[in-house]
């Protein structure tokens, strides 16, 4: 298949003049805006600078980004020889440390779950393990045979098993209710099925 040829120009190398259209020069500046903050935060992250950048837009409004903070870098330039008291530092820390106490509390409360299933998992394997080398299963053990901890697991079996035999009771009684109230038209009349 022969090619059609290009719909676009490509890039191209953009002549260096002011956009003569205002509206133009605003979404240029919007868009490049955001390029110029990347690689001022790239190039403070790389080589470790303070960095502080100030533009005015072309309506006049002005937009600044610093690296680490803006306070930061114009203390450290307003009073080169005066010791920094940076709050930034401090801040950050203290972020850092509710943010790890955070993550170790949620790491506690998931090695908890962990070690809750692990148990449970101990148990079910132990149980089976009984009700296979006697050949019997779990409600088949004599009571009086077993310790509190499986006579707990037999109690809570059963108590469970009598609640799902009440919840199918009842779908059935209402299935059945609904069923033979289906069968009669309003006026008495029994319906005939052919």
Same mark, same amino acid.
């Given at each position: 298949m022969?090619s059609?040829?290009?719909k676009t120009?490509g890039?191209?190398?953009?002549q260096?003049?002011?956009? /003569?259209?205002?509206e133009?020069?605003?979404?240029?500046?919007?868009?490049r805006? #955001?390029?110029i903050?990347?690689k001022?935060?790239?190039?403070s992250i790389?080589?470790?600078t303070?960095i502080?950048?100030?533009?005015f837009?072309?309506?006049?409004?002005p937009?600044?980004f610093?690296?680490?903070?803006i306070?930061s870098?114009?203390?450290?330039f307003?009073s080169?020889?005066?010791p920094?008291n940076?709050?930034t530092?401090?801040l950050?820390?203290?972020?850092?440390?509710?943010?790890?106490?955070k993550?170790? #509390?949620?790491?506690n /409360?998931v090695r908890?779950?962990m070690?809750?299933?692990?148990r449970?998992?101990?148990?079910?394997?132990?149980?089976?393990?009984?009700?296979?080398?006697?050949n019997?299963?779990?409600w088949k053990?004599?009571?009086h045979?077993?310790?509190?901890? /499986?006579?707990d697991e037999?109690?809570?079996r059963?108590?469970e098993l009598?609640h799902?035999?009440?919840?199918a009771?009842?779908?059935?009684?209402a299935?059945a209710?609904?069923?033979s109230?289906?069968?009669y038209?309003?006026?008495?009349?029994?319906?005939? /099925?052919?």
């Amino acid at each position: 298949m022969a090619s059609i040829g290009k719909k676009t120009r490509g890039r191209k190398k953009t002549q260096m003049k002011m956009i /003569e259209n205002k509206e133009d020069r605003l979404v240029t500046f919007s868009k490049r805006q #955001q390029g110029i903050y990347k690689k001022i935060s790239e190039l403070s992250i790389l080589c470790g600078t303070e960095i502080l950048f100030i533009v005015f837009s072309p309506t006049g409004k002005p937009f600044s980004f610093g690296c680490p903070s803006i306070e930061s870098v114009s203390n450290h330039f307003l009073s080169r020889n005066k010791p920094i008291n940076d709050n930034t530092n401090i801040l950050i820390e203290d972020y850092h440390m509710v943010r790890t106490k955070k993550l170790v #509390q949620h790491y506690n /409360e998931v090695r908890s779950q962990m070690d809750t299933i692990k148990r449970k998992k101990k148990v079910i394997v132990s149980t089976q393990q009984t009700s296979g080398t006697n050949n019997t299963h779990w409600w088949k053990t004599p009571i009086h045979q077993c310790n509190l901890r /499986e006579l707990d697991e037999l109690y809570s079996r059963c108590s469970e098993l009598a609640h799902l035999c009440h919840i199918a009771w009842c779908k059935k009684i209402a299935n059945a209710s609904s069923m033979s109230a289906s069968t009669y038209f309003g006026n008495g009349h029994h319906r005939q /099925e052919f």
